[in-house]
Structure formats: structure tokens, C-alpha cells
């Protein structure tokens, strides 16, 4: 792997960056206080022909690879950790429709989702399974050209203001992981409707909302892959891309709180001496910016991983987001120490990025599954 990043990875990272600084930070804290739903930032994206960095020229996207997509995401959480999380998901819905969407479905989906005229959510979790997915109880059937949805989801990222929804149902009269598919279900089709709206501890701005299901009816081109037995693939290749982009997101918010703490520890005077004189203090922002680092590289190397080795379990993409989303809670909690009691008030942004940065250690799987996702992966791969 090039560390060096190409001319068009610079051109992501830094266009990114000043849609961050100019348009994404002045709303940030409004957005959380609001629980406002983050469009001017999702447009500044969108013009940047960012909502499609994945999607092949052919449908209006960029063709870019996944460390591209791992710049774009980190730079956006430095502004707003909402808006880049809305950016993720977004993505993996499209992925997973460009995987194995039937081709009406994608020619009609995504060149509008690639412009960012359409936004994407990507809905697991259930009131009864959690991010158990083979626990889930949302059911579909055949009727005719249709097939009928009926179930709800929860803490759905973007529930209330996404367009098209690519959802995990099961097969009537299947358990366990047989029977599970994927179904693409639109804005405005009959029998969906949104519940309750979540009011949460951070990441308070990306309209995470109950979906319910009551026979539902999608037409049978928007099957994502076949009925039953796809699953595994496509959680791999969707949940892969959202634990990356998560990773990503804990990156970008530690790294704003390591960048603030730099600032304030040369700018806060204490008894006629900046606080940064302290070797408490540079004990705090050195061991902040080299955990931040480590994590950014292993996110880095997951990414290149995810384009360039053979499909299967995305380990180093679950390691890499079990250790960037843990970092960043323990970055964070250090950068409120270093600010002190002015930390800790809503006048700077330090208590926002810790509470997002708690919130994603719960997305894209919580920290225990992950642990034991991996410690059986590593297992399996043992000599007998």
C-alpha cells in the first residue's frame, strides 16, 4: 500500500475539509440542539459529487475507491458528526441496491441517489432483536406481483427524511439466517409509515425514527438480491462499508477534539501562563493525537484491505472500528479534562463530540458483538 495519498485523494480531502470549516461547523451545534435534520450540509455534498463517491460513472457516481470515501467521511465528522453519518448510511443503501438491485430498480434509484436527490437509509434493528439480525421478526410474503411487508424497525439513521430504504425482512415461515432478504421500500409506498422519533444523548440530528410496516406492499423489482440465502454477502459487503464509515466518523470527531485541545492549552492563560506549559497537558494532547493516529492508520489500511483482498469476513474493517469508535470516546473524554469546566458547559463543542463519539461505539454493531465477531473469525482461522 502508497501511504501517499494520489492528486484525487488530496482534491476529496481537501474540498471536503472546506465544506467542513464553511458549512458544517457553523450548523453543528444548532443541528444538535434542534435535532434539525442537516440539509444544507447534505447539499454542499451533494454539489461536490460526493452522495455517489462509490457508484460507477454509469449511474452518475465517482468510481472512487473506499479510502476515498474513508477521507470524505472523516473530514465531514470534524464539521458535523450528523451529517456524516447520514453520509454513510446513505452509501451503504446504495451499495447494497448496486449489489444486487434487479436492474429497473437501480437504473430508476441511483443515479438520482448518486446526485443526491435521493437519499438513502440502511434499516436492521427491531424493538425485539437489537443488531441481531437473525433474531429479527419482520415478515414478507408473495402476493401476486408483490411482496407485503409487515414489522417495524428502530434507531433507524435517517428514518425520517430518507427517500429509499433498504431494509432486511424475512421470508414467511423461515428462522435463524435462512429466509433473510433484503427489499429496497420507498417513500410513499403504501401501508409504510414512520413512528416514534428519537431524542437521544448525541447525534441528535440525523432523524433516527421508528419505520412501521403494515402490509406493506413493493412491487417485486425491488428484491435486493434473491429470497433467502443471499444475506450473508450482502451484510458483509454493506456492514463492511458502515463499520469503515463509522470508524471514520470516530476519527474525525476525535481528531477536532485533539485539534481543539491543541488551541486551547495555547490560548487559555492560567496565573500568567498558558496551560499548554503544563506537562499534565501535553501529556493529554500527545497521547490523544497518537491514538488518533493509530487509528486513522488501520482505518486507512482496512480501506485499501476492503478494494484489494479476496471477499469475505471484513475483520480488519470490525477492528478497525471496534478501536477508532472506543478511541475516540476516551479522546474525547481527555479533550473535556483539558478544557476543564469550560468544557464541560455548551459553549464549546467539546461535550457534542463526546457525546456523538459515545453514540458510535452503538452504530454498525456495539462494541460486544464486534468483540465476538472477531474473536470467532480469529479462531477459525487457527491451524486444527
Known sequence: MDFNLSPEQQLIKQTVSRIAQDVLAPKAAEIDANLSFPREGLAALSDAGLMGILLPQAFGGGSADTLSFVLATEETAKGCANTALIYVTHMAAALGLLMAGTDAAKQRLLPAMAKGEKLGAFAVTEPNCGANAFALQTTTQVQGDEYVLNGAKNFITSGGDADVYLILARMAGTAGPVGLTPFVVERGAPGFSLGKKDVRLGLNGVSSCEL????????????????????????????????????????????????????????????????????????????????????????YWAAFQRDNAPAGMPVLALKSKLFATEMAVDVCNRALQVHGGTGYTREMPLERYYRDARGLTLHFSPSEMLRETIGRALMNLLPG
Open 212 to 299: 412501521i410496516f403494515q402490509d406493506c406492499r413493493i412491487p417485486k423489482e425491488n428484491i435486493v438480491g434473491q429470497e433467502g440465502g443471499y444475506f450473508p454477502v450482502l451484510a458483509m459487503a454493506v456492514a463492511g462499508l458502515g463499520v469503515l464509515g463509522a470508524a471514520a466518523i470516530s476519527i474525525g470527531v476525535a481528531q477536532a477534539a485533539v485539534d481543539a485541545s491543541a488551541r486551547y492549552g495555547a490560548q487559555r492563560v492560567v496565573g500568567g501562563v498558558p496551560i499548554g506549559n503544563w506537562q499534565a497537558i501535553q501529556t493529554h494532547v500527545s497521547d490523544m493525537s497518537a491514538a488518533v493516529d493509530a487509528a486513522r492508520a488501520l482505518n
